[in-house]
């Protein structure tokens, strides 16, 4: 079956729906066993999507856990009640005390918060490396170290990365691959096609695709489902069933929405690259977007995120530019059908190695689903305040 089918279908067994085409939205923490013979039935099953308790799920996360699983091309999946707490749920579910991590430096800048913290006070030391790293990796690698997380493209600059070459190396060594798939969701990037062991997913953005609901997932392949299932529930996440109502009901329309969001993002950032005030874009469709030839070979195509860096600016340009955008709204997420800005003055902060310490400030761009031509011209009437208060 093509995508476009799959995600019509993905997660509607009728074990889950019933006679209606979505599953009900099960509110429930009591699940009533009739007889000694029911509870001990469901004990014994439950790794098989059964209802035991309800932390544990019913048919609204079945559904939609199932959905996950097939259209990223994993064994199984389990819910978060945000992304961030599916990053520190994968982390602490492969990594012990005295364990080293490999952890890119572009990665989300809560996740690089989680490894300097919690993660560090836990005995589990972090090395970030190089987005661009490829095989050498291997040359970070020591005894202890147990995961390597991924996430391509980088946060905010872009960089994607050689995921297979990645890979090799973390086969060879036996060691846990991980990828923050967000960018990727279910459409961008096929994480077990790569050698991906486990894939974590913010389903806030794109899945959901709304702004209205925060949600987290983790795929694993069959080998890594055991120890994930096992340690991750006695950490007592789970998700909330309205939320996971909207991110199934975002499954069904992401391809569509993903195609505009893609198309409008392509032509704005055309635009800015033609701008004098701008001096990269980087998305990662673009030429010199570092690692854009992964891009072209991994991905299967490119959404509304993007970023670009100005040729000069101080705090007064970017904030008259920041404050006269009236359909790019400033806020932190993306993947909504919403347009979204954010201005980044200082990499150095956001990063461990020095690869940002020469650029200009950096705005990032979510086009969403609005005209891409009303889009362009906020920006343009916002870059004349830029360039007054410059
Ligand atoms: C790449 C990436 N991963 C993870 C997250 C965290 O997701 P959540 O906000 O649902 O915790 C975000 C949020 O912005 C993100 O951009």
């Given amino acids: 079956?093509?995508?476009?089918?799959?995600?019509?279908?993905?997660?509607?067994?009728?074990?889950?729906?019933?006679?209606?085409?979505?599953?009900?939205?099960?509110?429930?923490?009591?699940?009533?066993?009739?007889?000694?013979?029911?509870?001990?039935?469901?004990?014994?099953?439950?790794?098989?999507?059964?209802?035991?308790?309800?932390?544990?799920?019913?048919?609204?996360?079945?559904?939609?856990?199932?959905?996950?699983?097939?259209?990223?091309?994993?064994?199984?999946?389990?819910?978060?009640?945000?992304?961030?707490?599916?990053?520190?749920?994968?982390?602490?579910?492969?990594?012990?005390?005295?364990?080293?991590?490999?952890?890119?430096d572009t990665t989300y800048g809560p996740t690089r918060a989680l490894c300097k913290t919690v993660l560090k006070r836990m005995g589990i030391e972090t090395?970030?490396?190089?987005?661009?790293?490829?095989?050498?990796?291997?040359?970070?690698?020591?005894?202890?170290?147990?995961?390597?997380?991924?996430e391509s493209p980088g946060s905010v600059t872009m960089e994607v990365q050689d995921i297979p070459a990645i890979a090799k190396i973390a086969k060879k060594h036996n060691i846990v691959l991980m990828l923050d798939n967000t960018y990727g969701n279910l459409i961008n990037f096929s994480p077990f096609e790569y050698g991906i062991d486990v894939s974590i997913q913010a389903a806030t953005k794109y899945i959901v695709g709304h702004s209205d609901a925060m949600l987290g997932t983790i795929t694993t392949n069959e080998q890594h489902w055991n120890q994930l299932y096992e340690n991750s529930y006695y950490m007592g996440y789970t998700a909330a069933p309205d939320?996971?109502?909207?991110?199934?009901?975002?499954?069904?329309?992401?391809?569509?929405?993903?195609?505009?969001?893609?198309?409008?993002?392509?032509?704005?950032?055309?635009?800015?690259?033609?701008?004098?005030?701008?001096?990269?874009?980087?998305?990662?469709?673009?030429?010199?977007?570092?690692?854009?030839?992964?891009?072209?070979?991994?991905f299967n195509g490119s959404n509304g995120l993007f970023s670009f860096t100005l040729k000069e600016g101080n705090d007064a340009s970017i904030t008259a530019f920041l404050d006269h955008l009236n359909l790019f709204k400033m806020g932190f997420s993306w993947g909504g059908f919403e347009s979204l800005v954010m201005s980044f003055y200082n990499l150095k902060g956001e990063r461990e190695l020095p690869l940002w310490d020469d650029y200009g400030p950096l705005v990032r761009l979510h086009v969403g689903l609005e005209d891409a031509d009303d889009l362009i011209a906020d920006l343009d009437q916002a870059f004349d305040h830029y360039k007054a208060a410059l």
């Fill in 243 to 298: 939320d996971i109502n909207l991110a199934l009901r975002g499954i069904r329309t992401i391809k569509t929405r993903l195609k505009q969001h893609e198309a409008s993002a392509l032509k704005i950032a055309e635009w800015l690259n033609s701008r004098n005030e701008v001096d990269l874009v980087l998305h990662p469709a673009f030429d010199d977007c570092p690692g854009h030839k992964f891009w072209k070979r991994d």
């Fill in 1 to 104: 079956m093509k995508k476009d089918t799959k995600i019509a279908h993905a997660g509607r067994k009728k074990e889950w729906t019933g006679k209606a085409v979505n599953p009900p939205v099960y509110h429930t923490s009591t699940i009533i066993h009739d007889t000694v013979a029911d509870l001990k039935f469901a004990l014994k099953n439950l790794k098989n999507k059964i209802m035991y308790y309800g932390r544990r799920g019913t048919p609204t996360h079945f559904a939609f856990r199932e959905a996950m699983a097939e259209l990223e091309g994993g064994h199984d999946c389990l819910l978060y009640p945000c992304g961030l707490a599916a990053i520190n749920a994968a982390l602490m579910s492969f990594l012990s005390s005295g364990d080293h991590l490999l952890m890119v």
């Fill in 127 to 150: 090395t970030f490396y190089d987005p661009l790293i490829g095989e050498e990796i291997s040359e970070l690698i020591q005894k202890n170290t147990k995961v390597i997380f991924t």
